[in-house]
């Protein structure tokens, strides 16, 4: 880690979160070089042990986890909330900013070759640590993410549209692509694990049912299914071309909730997607104005092209029975 700066000169970052972005942009860019070695650097998908959630870490989580929080001590964090972490860390007590991090979301995918990444989002501090991220998702000032695949890029917004950057190998900075990438309504892709299909809800089912049937059900378009199982790989795939992701609750023990954490995971892709053009709910509720209950509570997820998650939240408040909106009594064009 040697630049100090590891972003091209024009990069619009503000210059009170500048500080915490760099130290951000330095872990990713080693990371990323990790991660590149894959099994010349060790056994990086090595299970090394389970979080506080009782999910499995690798080790490489681990090693992301420790890099982010020693890196960004001295950039003006107080509070340091990750998901490999039981509770919040204080980095600095007179830090001015508080920062949640997913530091390698996908990591069941290493050893696999798929992309993986790192989520994170910026937050006022307030007295304590569960007080600054027990909070609702839109006092959020930052959030971004960086996807280690062919390139290794960062999505990143301010609050004023989403910022895109890509690692230049040969510079070894965060080069400003300048696109203001926005999502597109047009796509016909969708992502869900439909192995979990007996699982999910009458609405989940019906959405699904109807995309399924393609031009000659009440959608009138075919359509395709993509499911990586990296949050972060599905997101950048639908800010890149728009389409829908959900991730819902269903019967299984466990489940109830979904899976996705909403500190570390759905808030800071709910603020990038919205600044991208799109929406992102909990099926029925937007994310960004609801407030966590716990550190690691979960939530189900829908986000994407505004108008295809507005679909889903109509299918939610169809009477259960209606197993096919648009085919019910009282279908989405008549309600």
């Known amino acids: 880690m040697t630049d100090i700066n590891p972003y091209s000169a024009d990069a619009p970052i503000p210059a009170r979160l500048r500080p915490a972005m760099e130290a951000l942009g330095r872990v990713a860019r080693d990371l990323a070089g990790r991660i590149a070695c894959g099994p010349l650097d060790g056994q990086l998908h090595a299970h090394v042990g389970d979080n506080s959630d009782g999910d499995r870490q690798k080790a490489l989580d681990v090693i992301a986890d420790e890099a982010f929080a020693a890196e960004l001590k001295g950039t003006g964090i107080r509070w340091y909330a990750s998901e490999e972490q039981d509770s919040v860390v204080e980095l600095d007590p007179a830090g001015t900013l508080a920062l949640a991090i997913d530091p390698l979301d996908g990591s069941s995918n290493i050893e696999t070759n798929v992309s993986i990444g790192t989520i994170f989002s910026l937050r006022e501090p307030r007295d304590t640590g569960d007080a600054t991220f027990l909070r609702p998702g839109h006092e959020q000032i930052a959030a971004g993410y960086v996807i280690y695949g062919p390139q290794t890029m960062m999505m990143v917004t301010f609050g004023d549209g989403v910022q895109d950057y890509i690692l230049d190998p040969r510079t070894r900075r965060f080069t400003l692509l300048n696109s203001s990438p926005t999502i597109s309504g047009d796509s016909t892709e969708f992502a869900i694990n439909a192995s979990n299909y007996r699982h999910w809800t009458t609405p989940v089912r019906g959405y699904i049912d109807d995309c399924l049937k393609g031009a000659d059900g009440p959608k009138a378009r075919n359509f395709n299914m993509r499911w990586i199982a990296s949050l972060v790989a599905e997101t950048h795939r639908i800010l890149m071309r728009g389409g829908l992701f959900l991730y819902p609750s269903d019967a299984r023990p466990g489940y109830e909730y979904g899976r996705l954490r909403m ?59 209606e197993v096919s909106a648009l085919f019910g009594t009282r279908g989405l064009f008549r309600v």
């Not at 709910?270 to 600044?275: G, K, P, S, V, Y």
């Not at 929406?279 to 994407?304: K, M, S």
């Open 263 to 321: 500190v570390y995971e759905c808030a800071p892709i709910a603020m990038l997607i919205e600044q991208a053009g799109g929406r992102a709910t909990d099926g029925t509720t937007r994310i960004l104005d609801r407030t966590p209950e716990g550190l690691h509570a979960r939530t189900p997820f829908v986000f994407g092209s505004a108008l295809k998650v507005d679909r889903v939240t109509a299918y939610h408040d169809l009477p259960s029975q």
